[in-house]
């Protein structure tokens, strides 16, 4: 999923969008006694590589995750009582094939159903998706903690690491390392009331969450306002007011139309953006950016205390498993230290700061000029930051939609993958797509190199928000993995929340959209290029959470630095006209507009992140640890009532606590790679773009979590990670050819 923009003024709200990058891991049980329904009649107990979703229904789960549970369990216990066996035997060794495999095959097998499930609910939501999720997750929950407390599989992997730990193949040692420190930080090594004061804070941990994503949820839904006079809702764009129109429909309007109201305006993303940043009524932006700064700080939905009991109950399994603070724990799995996202968040703060100081005092300048509206407040940012970029570059964001088209995008996108790493995609026929579609605009592609069929990317591009949840993330379906039966081909959906093709033309996309298809694309790259056999470390399996954004992010150069690819996909929908040179230039003059601002509001939710989990102690004052730091970091105050941490999604509902740095560290690093092509003019040269590609693809989008990110990184760079000097140029805010 994509690091979150910012609006402009941090007033805003965080957008939510839930991680996308969940370990999925279904199955192929290998030989293994099944539970009775696995008698085919439950679609979720599958073990194919193309899941057949379209005849998954939601009662379907409760049996068939049940059943895998109970599986699970069996399985658990048969091998515990095997460990135990030999474990009495003094110095037997616990070979890896007999330990490490059957795990490996127990995660597939019992996730499986469950990841399924997880994916409908996504994309499919429904009261019975939800309850039946709902009622499963403490079993779930349950299974794992008891596979990841296991004494006798842990002493057994203990043996085996000291026996042969240092002899094994390099994935495999990294599977053993990853399978000790999990169950380290799971709680395996506690006893007695330590262990139950654990586990009891991991359920607590389960239940915060889930209710720290209902509030956020409530409170958006909670929110809405109808407008009926024209001349408030001025300026915003069409698409929007369309959008609106059909709110006010659903709400009883049956007359409502997109020229002439009534609209309905929301707090949800597609509405919240164009309202604060093109409607020219001052108050209604002022209305809106208020309520979306304090969303869920206040009433039923009220997250402050969740946000405090969450960061309590954190720091109090860090104090049981001996770290000083939470922020310690999460960094003992992580490529980058403690000390040195520190120092890069510092490094980036001292280039940002001067530029956004600049950059803010143009804007300032630039809005008094043009309405002397007195202090520029924060619900003026966004337009007024809008304006100028329409003034100083003449570059209209929703004109630039009309050369983007869903089917060309993707075409080009598809080039581009071939152009650099040799592969090919094949789109399946209906008859062929049919089964393994959720969704009738769900698109099949099989990934092909050298003619044979190495994967399959399924993409699910149209925003449906009754059922879908909003942003982009890419859902890894089933892992590649050998089986005796030959390997099981990895594939992988890619959810996009585009605007569905209207009545007289395709589905348009803004230029940020086209990155992030392009983004969600390079984990699906990743996912389906491996060339890892065990699930535990092939594609985005086992790679290090601060390195998981690189494939990623470096996909998202190539619209914006690479001539060549944005051109190829740029064709007017309506006349097949290519992009105007004019216009191309103004993308290029534009691409470093406020770079500062946008820097710093990343190096603030990062620095505010990491503070929090390092110093936050019982009864301490949270909104009070977010100010300092906002004092500290931005130059444009927000509002004194903001609550931003209420809808901080990614830290306290998503997996990024102590870790929303990684959207940093991975950007140092993708754009470290991203400047090995584009040195010495590299970009025109086709030969040279396909030699690093090739050793792009054989390196990070090959070893998955089977190599250090370190050593990978310099396996295809020659050189080590961790400067910041390609990202700081790529932003513009370096002097050309500055160090
Ligand atoms: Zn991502």
């Known amino acids: 999923m994509r ?14 969008h839930g991680h996308g990058l969940r370990r999925a891991t279904p199955a192929a049980p290998q030989g293994a006694v099944l539970a009775a329904s696995d008698d085919g009649s439950n679609p979720l107990l599958t073990d194919a590589s193309l899941p057949p979703f379209a005849a998954i229904r939601p009662e379907h789960a409760k049996p068939a995750v049940e059943a895998r549970l109970a599986d699970g369990a069996l399985r658990l216990a048969q091998m515990e009582a095997r460990l135990a066996a030999s474990l009495k035997e003094s110095d037997k060794a616990v070979a890896y094939d007999d330990l490490v495999l059957p795990l490996e095959d127990m995660y597939d097998h019992v996730s499986a159903p469950w990841e399924l499930v997880n994916h409908l609910k996504s994309v499919r939501d429904s009261p019975e998706y939800r309850s039946a999720v709902e009622a499963l997750q403490p079993k779930v929950i349950a299974f794992w903690q008891n596979v990841s407390q296991s004494k006798p599989i842990y002493e057994a992997l203990e043996r085996l690491d000291k026996a042969e730990g240092a002899s094994l193949p390099e994935a495999r040692q990294r599977i053993l390392q990853k399978e000790l420190l999990d169950r380290k930080l799971g709680g395996v090594g506690l006893k007695g009331e330590d262990a139950a004061e654990f586990n009891q804070a991991q359920r607590h941990l389960s239940d915060l969450s889930t209710s720290f994503s209902n509030h956020l949820l409530d409170a958006r839904n ?43 305006l929301t707090l949800d993303g597609p509405t919240l953006g164009p309202v604060i940043t093109y409607a020219e009524d001052r108050a209604l932006r002022e209305k809106l950016l208020r309520a979306s700064a304090t969303l869920a700080s206040s009433g039923k939905s009220d997250n402050m205390a969740t946000v405090s009991q969450i960061l309590e109950q954190r720091q109090l399994q860090a104090s049981l498993l001996g770290y000083s603070d939470y922020a310690a724990l999460s960094f003992a799995s992580k490529m980058a230290t403690k000390e040195g996202v520190h120092k890069l968040l510092d490094k980036l703060q001292a280039t940002g700061r001067p530029a956004a100081q600049k950059e803010d005092k143009e804007l300032e300048a ?40 869903l089917p060309n995008v993707l075409q080009g996108l598809f080039s581009l993958s071939t152009r650099l790493f040799g592969v090919g995609f094949k789109e399946a026929s ?24 190495i994967g399959h990317v399924l993409i699910d591009p149209y925003s449906r928000p009754a059922e879908k949840r909003a942003g982009a993330w890419l859902q890894p379906m089933i892992s590649r993995k050998a089986t ?35 983004h969600e694309f390079g984990h699906g ?41 944005l051109l190829g996909m740029a064709k007017h929908y309506k006349t097949g006209e290519a992009l105007p040179e004019a216009m191309y230039q103004q993308i290029v003059a534009s691409r470093e507009f406020r770079a500062g601002a946008m820097l710093l509001g990343q190096i603030y939710l990062g620095k505010v992140d990491l503070t929090l989990h390092e110093k936050f102690a019982k009864g301490e004052d949270t909104n009070a640890i977010e100010k300092g730091v906002a004092d500290t970091v931005l130059i444009a ?66 070893l998955g979590g089977g190599r250090a990110p370190a050593k990978v990184f310099r396996d295809f760079r020659g050189h080590d990670a961790g400067d910041p000097t390609a990202l700081l140029r790529y932003s513009g805010l370096l002097p050309a050819g500055g160090k």
């Open 366 to 405: 630039f809005a008094q000029n043009l309405s002397k509206i007195g202090e520029i407040q924060p619900w003026d940012r966004s337009y007024y930051v809008e304006k100028l970029r329409r003034d100083r570059y003449g570059l209209d964001a929703e004109a630039l939609r009309a050369y983007f088209t």
């Open 484 to 518: 005796a039966n030959g390997v099981r081909l990895p594939s992988g959906a890619v959810v996009m929340n585009f605007p569905p093709p209207a009545a007289d033309s395709p589905s348009l996309l803004s230029l940020g959209e086209v990155g992030t298809l392009f």
């Open 637 to 702: 105050k927000p509002l004194p009532e903001a609550r931003p941490l209420c809808s901080f999604s990614h830290i306290f509902s998503g997996g990024y606590a102590a870790g929303y740095y990684s959207y940093q560290w991975s950007k140092v690093l993708s754009a470290d790679a991203f400047s090995a092509f584009d040195e010495g003019g590299g970009l025109s040269d086709e030969a040279k773009a396909r030699d690093i590609g090739q050793r792009l693809a054989s390196t990070l989008l090959a």
């Open 430 to 453: 209906a008859e062929e797509s049919a089964n393994s579609k959720w969704h009738a605009d769900v698109m099949l592609y099989h990934v092909t190199r050298g003619g044979e069929t």
């Open 525 to 565: 790259l990743q996912h389906v290029l491996t060339v890892q056999n065990e699930t535990a470390v092939a594609g985005i399996n086992g790679v290090e959470w601060d390195a998981v954004e690189v494939a990623s992010q470096f996909m998202e150069y190539w619209v914006d630095f690479d001539k060549q690819t």
């Open 222 to 264: 909670g929110w809405n306002m109808t407008v009926t006079d024209p001349a408030v809702v001025k300026g915003v764009p069409a698409r929007t007011l369309a959008g609106a129109a059909a709110a006010a429909k659903k709400a009883g309007h049956a007359d409502a139309t997109a020229e002439k109201g009534p609209w309905v």
């Open 3 to 16: 690091q979150f923009t910012l609006l402009v003024a941090l007033a805003a709200p965080l957008a939510v």
